[in-house]
């Protein structure tokens, strides 16, 4: 991701002198903005991206992997609007799209991964910004040949992540997976789009999310209320939290839901990229149990 970012700044630089700007520009009743690349002659005085406009009315029923799909066949020539340049290389073809919870993962034919640098860059962030106008799309996980490129360290990209600079006071936005507790005490994920601050963590955000409750009102929080956290950290992919001594008290005196309650944490943790298990610690210490739940590993989603 970070490359992502350096190098569309890098992009925005080469840009400055003719005074352009990018704007993501929401589209406006049902219609959907296709994103394409302005010539940088053209552009001068204004924006590095344009969209073209397409109506969108009859699609809008359709699901998010449907309307993907189509969107896509827009960005690779399918769109006819007046000045439309598709950002694609010539050849691309769209090999499979899925959408699965938020984010949707597109893989393009070989000739998608002939681009480089800034041409890449903008083709990813057009590709981003048509596709999370769609109605529960947050995140857009980009293959080639059904591989990750290996030239870039993030496949999977944001609508916001273009517009951040590198700052470290930026506002960040990441989406993850919340557990909550359903009408039969069961797990239920719900996707939602979260917003990290400077200084926070993405475990505490995810944490603090979990307490705040589902936005659906069909689910209850897991944890119980009250319920905090003394601090986070990674390392080597295992999220360490740190719990204090008196949420032990908070939880419910059912075994299955204190292991629900700590499996919700689990669970939506480990909906982050790079997190593959969470390891509890307690005062910042190691301990055998929390309750009935054995924390004395790190723990893994269970199913």
Not at 143 to 167: I, K, P
Not at 176 to 191: N, Y
Not at 225 to 248: D, K, Q
């Amino acid at each position: 991701m970070k490359r992502f970012l350096t190098i569309l700044l890098a992009c925005l630089l080469l840009w400055a002198a003719a005074g352009c700007a990018v704007a993501h520009r929401a589209p406006e009743g049902e219609t959907l903005g296709v994103y394409y690349a302005v010539d940088p002659e053209l552009a001068r005085g204004g924006d590095i991206l344009a969209t073209a406009q397409v109506d969108w009315a009859e699609q809008s029923a359709l699901s998010p992997e449907e309307q993907s799909r189509q969107a896509l066949e827009l960005l690779l020539g399918g769109c006819r609007a007046e000045g439309f340049v598709s950002p694609m290389p010539r050849g691309t073809q769209l090999l499979n799209c899925r959408v699965d919870g938020s984010r949707a993962t597109v893989d393009f034919s070989s000739a998608y991964g002939q681009l480089s640098g800034m041409r890449l860059t903008i083709a990813d962030y057009c590709v981003t910004l048509t596709l999370t106008q769609i109605a529960g799309i947050y995140s857009v996980h980009i293959l080639v040949n059904g591989q990750e490129l290996a030239y870039r360290s993030d496949s999977t990209f944001l609508a916001g992540d273009a517009l951040m600079s590198s700052t470290d006071d930026v506002v960040r936005s990441f989406t993850a997976r919340l557990f909550f507790a359903g009408a039969d005490g069961q797990l239920v994920g719900e996707d939602r789009l979260l917003t990290l601050y400077e200084g926070q963590t993405r475990a505490a955000v995810v944490l603090e999310a979990l307490m705040s409750g589902p936005e659906s009102t069909d689910l209850q929080p897991a944890l119980p209320e009250g319920f905090t956290l003394l601090g986070s950290r990674m390392e080597s992919n295992i999220c360490y939290v740190n719990l204090p001594a008196s949420n032990e008290k908070l939880l419910p005196p059912d075994a299955a839901a204190q292991t629900a309650a700590i499996q919700s944490m689990v669970r939506s943790l480990c909906s982050l990229g790079g997190v593959s298990g969470v390891q509890i610690l307690v005062d910042g210490e190691l301990r055998t149990a929390f309750g009935t739940v054995d924390i004395s590993q790190p723990l893994t989603p269970a199913n």
